[in-house]
């Protein structure tokens, strides 16, 4: 979506200019950094606030963070049921997470063994499946 510049093109770049923190902030992007990329479509948005391509990077920006993050709650919850498989913070959290990732199948098997250990939690984590996540305003 967002062309990705070569490091020489990079090199060549007006570091004063807007484009130039945009071409940056894609180029990190695709390169897998975002919050690299973060960085530098705000510098972009600072000097030219009314280019939505600029908005839309950090969008993007920010989607990855997230994405990232998730990944590493899971990583985090699973490690907790390695070491007690009937943790029940860490089974409600592993199923919160596989929401957000739209795995509500994995969710599912997550809430049928919540129910065994913990019928509260188990009905919490239920709600968010069928409710969906509420990321307030």
Request: include cysteine; charge should be negative.
């Amino acid at each position: 979506f967002f062309k990705q510049k070569t490091a020489y093109e990079i090199y060549q770049c007006d570091w004063s200019s807007d484009v130039c923190s945009s071409d940056l902030g894609a180029t990190l992007l695709n390169l897998e950094f975002p919050d690299k990329a973060y960085e530098e479509y705000k510098k972009a948005i600072r000097i030219a606030p009314d280019v939505p391509d600029y908005h839309a990077g950090l969008g993007y920006s920010l989607l990855d963070i997230h994405m990232e993050k998730i990944r590493k709650s899971v990583d985090a919850f699973t490690k907790a049921l390695e070491i007690d498989p009937d943790n029940v913070a860490a089974l409600e959290g592993l199923g919160i997470a596989y929401v957000s990732m739209d795995k509500k199948d994995l969710a599912n098997e997550i809430y049928d063994r919540l129910r065994v250990l913990d019928i509260e939690a188990a009905e919490r984590l239920n709600k968010i499946i069928k409710w969906g996540l509420d990321w307030g305003e």
